[in-house]
C-alpha cells in the first residue's frame, strides 16, 4: 500500500505564492508517475500537472507559466510550486501516484492523498 500526505496549503492573496509538498510512504517501488490535481466546490476533478518516470513534467494550460513541478531524486517527495495565484484557483488540491501510464486523467491513478485546501482571494 501505498500513503501519500499533502501539506503546504493555505491561504494567499491574488499574486502570492504557495508551495505545495507530497510525501509518498509504504510500498512505493515502482511509482514513477506521481501528479496534482485540484477539485472546487461544485466543479470535477480536473489535473494540474504531472511528472513521469522520466521527470518529465506536463502541465495544464491555465497553469503554464505559473506553476512548477518538481520532486526528489528518490522520487518519494512531490512539489507544486504556485506562483501568480489567482483566485480561480482556489480549490481543493490532491497528490496522486501510480504504477502505470503517466497522464492527466484522475481515473488512471490507483493512491490519493487527503488533499489541501488553496483559497486565493482577490
Not at 480536473?46 to 522520466?54: K, S
Request: overall charge neutral; some cysteine; glycine content about 12%.
Amino acid at each position: 500500500q501505498v500513503q501519500l500526505v499533502e501539506s503546504g496549503g493555505g491561504s494567499a492573496q491574488a499574486g502570492g505564492s504557495l508551495r505545495l509538498s507530497c510525501a509518498a510512504s509504504g510500498y512505493t517501488y515502482g511509482i514513477y508517475c506521481m501528479a496534482w490535481f485540484r477539485q472546487a466546490p461544485g466543479k470535477e476533478r480536473e489535473g494540474v500537472a504531472h511528472i513521469d518516470a522520466l521527470d518529465r513534467t506536463t502541465y495544464v494550460d491555465f497553469v503554464k507559466g505559473r506553476f512548477t513541478l518538481s520532486r526528489d531524486s528518490a522520487k518519494n517527495n512531490l512539489y507544486l510550486q504556485m506562483n501568480s495565484l489567482k483566485p480561480e484557483d482556489t480549490a481543493m488540491y490532491y497528490c496522486a501516484a501510480d504504477r502505470g501510464d503517466c497522464s492527466g486523467d484522475h481515473r488512471n491513478f490507483a493512491y490519493w492523498g487527503q488533499g489541501t485546501q488553496v483559497t486565493v482571494s482577490s
